[in-house]
Structures are given as C-alpha cells and as structure tokens.
Nanobody, 120 residues
C-alpha cells in the first residue's frame, strides 16, 4: 500500500508565501508524475501544478509565475512553493502521484489534503 502525506498548509495574508510538501511512502518501486490539485468550497478539484519524473512541469494559468513545483526523487517527495498568495488561492490542496508498486503496477494515489487559507 502507498500513502501520500501533505504538510505545510496554514493561514497567511495576501502577498505572503507558503511551501507545501508531500511525502510518498509504502511499497514503492518508482513514481512517475507527481502533482498538486486544489478544491475550494463549491468548486471542483482542479490541477494546480504537476511535475514528471524527469522534471518537466505544468501549471494552471492562475498560478503561473507565482508557484513553483519541484521534487526529490530519492525521497519520494514533491514540493509546491507558493508566492504572492491571493485570497482566491484559498482551498484544500491535495497531493497526487502515479506510483509503480513493487508488484509492477501503476496506480494513482491522493493525499488527505492540507488547508491553505489566504486572508485579504
């Protein structure tokens, strides 16, 4: 079994920064794409950023230039550096990963989510 555990959420003021981390653990052979999604009340969960094993990245238009995604493959960890935060960034942020298990099966996993609240 595989678990994704996020950390780093919290309450900040507009213009401030936060750094989210997500660690994958369990029966892991390797990890392909890792990413972050977010869901605000009344909205659908949406992609924020993702990064491939080789380091290629993709961002939602709303966060381009403000957020950075990176990963440490040796530690099965992905980071989301969020700068110049806006109240509209307020949401629960979920980590997501495509993981090769030790049985050589590729499955998609989600973390439990971490709350990010940006006050104006």
């Amino acid at each position: 079994q595989v678990q994704l555990v996020e950390s780093g959420g919290g309450l900040v003021q507009a213009g401030e920064s936060l750094r989210l981390s997500c660690v994958a653990s369990g029966s892991i052979l390797g990890i392909e794409t890792m990413g972050w999604h977010r869901q605000a009340p009344g909205n659908q969960r949406a992609l924020v950023a993702q990064i491939s094993r080789s380091g290629s990245t993709n961002f939602a238009d709303s966060v381009k230039g403000r957020f950075t995604i990176s990963r440490d493959n040796a530690k099965n960890t992905v980071f989301l550096e969020m700068n110049s935060l806006k109240p509209e960034d307020t949401a629960v942020y979920y980590c997501n990963a495509d993981v090769w298990s030790v049985t050589v099966k590729l499955n998609n996993y989600w973390g439990q989510g971490t709350q990010v609240t940006v006050s104006s």
